[in-house]
C-alpha cells in the first residue's frame, strides 16, 4: 500500500508543479522533492501531499538561505550609506538663529519639496511603498523575520531622506521691532468691523491671519515661522496707509503716519533679509506678493520681477501650481495658496506682455483651481473681479506666446492672422464678464464702479497690442489703420476716465494711476504719437494734448506717473511742432487704407530737420533720442515698456 501511495504522489508531481512554486511562480522540475524546495530547505507540497526534504540538505540549504539574507543587508547598507550621503552633500552650513523679546525664531523646515512625476524622489517613493506593501502584507512563515525587519529598516531610511529639507537659519539679528500692543488690539478690532480697502480689492478675506499672526508674533507659544514678521509689516503698512487716507477718529489718537512708515522700513528690510530667499513658505510668498504690489506702485519694474521670479520658485517648490498638491490641506490653507498663487500669475502674465518677456508661469504646467468667491454679498463683486482679472492675465499671457514670443516669428501670416481675431474676440469676451459683474452692494462699490468705467481704456489697450502684431519686422507695412484705431479709442476712454476721478480724493487718483493708467502699456500713445506726426493731422495733435494736459494733474502721484508725464509731453510737444510746420516723419508714407507703410525695409525712421524751439525738450531728451525710439517700436517691434526702460531712455528721461 505505501509503495503505491508514493507511486500516486510521484505521478502527480510528474503532472503538476509544487504548491509553493506555483505560488511564487517559478520554474519547478517537479522531483521529489523539487529542486527549489530542496535549495531553501522547506516541504515540497503538490496536491495537499507533503514531501519532507533530508535534513542535511535542510540544513545546506538554510545555510545558502542566511547567506543570501547577509547579502541582502549589505546591499540594503549600501543604499542606506548613499541616502545618507546625498543629505550630507545638499545640506548648507547653518546661519545663527535671530532673537525675539519672548521667543527665538528658527527657520522653519519648508514642505517637502513638490517634484512632478519624472523625478528622482518620486521612485524613492515608489520604493519606500513597496518597502511598506512588502512588510504590511507579509505573512507568517511567507517572510522570513529577518528579511521583515531589513525591510521595515529600508522603509523607515527612505521616509527620513523623503521628509528631510535643508534647514538654513536667518542671519543673527536684534530684538524684533514691533509696534506697541495698544495700538495693534485697536487695529485689529478695526479690522473686523471694516476691512481695509487693500484687503477687498485684492480679494484677501483671511482677516483671522492677520490676527493670528499677531499672536503669533507678539504672544509665541511656538517659535515664529521664518517670514511672518515680514508679511505682517507688509500687511499693516497697506492696512495703516488706507485708514489714515479715510481719517478714522477711533485711530485719530495714534500716529499713523509714523506707524505707516515703522511698518514699510521693517517690511522692505524683511524681504531683502536672507530668510527671504530660502526655505519656501506661504508666509514668504504673501510677503513677496505684496512686496510686488509695492515696486508696482512705485514704477520699479526690475525689482517687481526679480520679485516674482522668487516667488515663482517658491510656488513651484510647494508645488501651487499643481492641484494634488494642495488636495490635503486645510480649506482655508489651500484657498490662501490658490490666491496667492493665482494673484501672482496675474502680475507676471501682465508684465510679461508689457515688457516683452516671456513669463514665469507657464499655462502648459498649471493645473490649480481657482480660489472660491465668497457668498457675502460685500465681497462677492470683488472676488469675481479678481477670477476675471486672472482670465485677462491668462490672455496676455496667450497674446504673448502667440504673437510676440520667439516662436510666434516663426508662424505665417494666416497663422498669425487667425491668432489675431481669436485673440481680439476673446478679449471682448473678457470685458463682458468684466461689465457683466453686479457691483452695487459690494465694498468699496465707488471703486468698483471705476474699475468697471475703466474698463474700456483697458480693453482697447490691449486691442491695440493685438493688432500691431498685424505686421512684423521683416514686413514693410508698419501700422495698419486697426491697430491706429484701436490707439485712437485707448486715448479717448482714458479721457473719459479721467473726467470720473479728476474730483476724487488724492489716494483715490493713486488708484488710478497704479492700476489703471499704468497697467497697459504705453503703446496707444506711441500709436498716435506716430500717425500725427506722419499724416500732421490735427484731430491726432488735440488728443495727444488732452492726454498730456490730464496726465499732468496726475504727474505728482508717484514715480511712474510723474515719468509718464514727462515722456508723454515731450513726444506731444514734438508732435506740435512738426503738425504747426507741416513736417512729417521721414520714413513712413500712408496708404489709401489709412494704413502707415514702411517703404524700403532698410530704411530708417527720422524726425524732420527742423528748428525746434527750446521748450521742446527738456533737459533729459531730444530729437535724437525720440528717432532711435521711433526705430525700435517700429524697426523691431520691441515692447513700448520695454524701450522706456532700456539704457538710453532711461539716461534721458530718468526723474
Known sequence: MTDRANSGVRNSFRARACDNCRQRKIKCNKAIPCSSCGALG????????????????????????????????????AIQNTLQQITRSSASPSVPQSTHPAAAIPSTPSAPLFEGQSSFNNEVIIARDAAFSAVATSQPGRVDAHVSAVLSSLRSSLDRQQGSSTVIEPLSQSNVELLPQDFLVTLIKKVKVQPPFFLAVHSWRDVRQIESLCHAIYFPVDPIPAGSVTLLHGLLYYIIRDYLHEECSDLARFDLAAYAGFCERHFLAGLKSYEMMCDPTLQKVQALLIGII????????????????????????????????????????????????????????????????????????????????????????????????????????????????????????????????????????VRERLLGIDVSQGLYAESLHGMAACADFITHSVMTVILRAQTRASDAMAITSQCYEAAMRALQSHLECFTYFRNRKTHKQTEYVNWILLYPSFTPFVIVFIHAITTASTFDLALLQDTVQSLELFKGLSRGSDRLYTICAAFSRTAQVLVDSEETLEGLTQHRDGSLVMPALDSNIALPDVEWPENVFDSHMNSADISMFLNDFIGTHRSAMDILNSDYMNETCSI
Not at 54 to 71: C, F, H, L, N
Not at 314 to 331: F, T
Not at 342 to 365: E, P, V
Request: aromatic share 8%; proline share 5%; net charge negative.
Open 294 to 429: 509695492k515696486a508696482q506702485e512705485e514704477s520699479d519694474l526690475q525689482l517687481c520681477w526679480t520679485y516674482l521670479a522668487l516667488a515663482f520658485n517658491m510656488c513651484q517648490s510647494m508645488g501651487l501650481h499643481r492641484s494634488a498638491a494642495l488636495k490635503h490641506d486645510p480649506v482655508p490653507v489651500a484657498e490662501a495658496k490658490r490666491h496667492a498663487f493665482w494673484s501672482l500669475y496675474t502680475i507676471d502674465k501682465n508684465l510679461s506682455l508689457n515688457l516683452g518677456l516671456a513669463s514665469h508661469f507657464q499655462n502648459h504646467d498649471i493645473d490649480a483651481e481657482f480660489f472660491t468667491p465668497s457668498d457675502n454679498p460685500q465681497y462677492r463683486p470683488w472676488d469675481l473681479m479678481t477670477l476675471t482679472t486672472i482670465d485677462f492675465a491668462t490672455l496676455q499671457g496667450r497674446i504673448y506666446d502667440r504673437l510676440y514670443s520667439t516662436s510666434a516669428t516663426q508662424a505665417t501670416e494666416s497663422e498669425r492672422l487667425k491668432s489675431i481675431e481669436e485673440l481680439s474676440n476673446d478679449l471682448m469676451l
Open 42 to 77: 522547506i516541504p515540497c507540497r503538490a496536491n495537499g501531499v507533503t514531501v519532507s526534504t533530508p535534513e542535511q540538505p535542510q540544513r545546506t540549504a538554510s545555510g545558502q538561505y542566511e547567506q543570501k539574507i547577509d547579502a541582502l543587508q549589505e546591499q540594503l547598507a
